[in-house]
Nanobody, 117 residues
Framework: QVQLVESGGGLVQAGESLRLSCAAS????????MAWYRQLPGKQRELVAT???????DYADSVKGRFTISRDNGKRTVYLQMNSLKPEDTAVYYC???????????WGQGTQVTVSS
């Protein structure tokens, strides 16, 4: 079983920064893709950023140039550095992991990010 635990959410003002962390534990298999999703109130969960096992990244247009996803495979952790935060970034942020070959997916419990104007 794989567990993902997010941390680092909180309340900040517009223009400030936060760094989210997601620590994975359990039986972890490579290669895998990790990602951050977010869910705004009343809306569907949306993809924010992905990172492959080898470090290739991709971002939603709404966060390009402001957010950076990274991973430390030795620490089994993925990060999301969020700069120049905007009120519209307010959401619950979820960590996601998918094993490349089996397709098994795992989700964290989510961490709230609130950006005040």
């Amino acid at each position: 079983q794989v567990q993902l635990v997010e941390s680092g959410g909180g309340l900040v003002q517009a223009g400030e920064s936060l760094r989210l962390s997601c620590a994975a534990s359990g039986i972890l298999m490579a290669p895998n893709t990790m990602a951050w999703y977010r869910q705004l109130p009343g809306k569907q969960r949306e993809l924010v950023a992905t990172i492959s096992n080898g470090g290739s990244t991709d971002y939603a247009d709404s966060v390009k140039g402001r957010f950076t996803i990274s991973r430390d495979n030795g620490k089994r952790t993925v990060y999301l550095q969020m700069n120049s935060l905007k009120p519209e970034d307010t959401a619950v942020y979820y960590c996601f992991r998918r094993h490349t070959y089996s397709g098994n997916v795992y989700w964290g419990q989510g961490t709230q990010v609130t950006v005040s104007s």
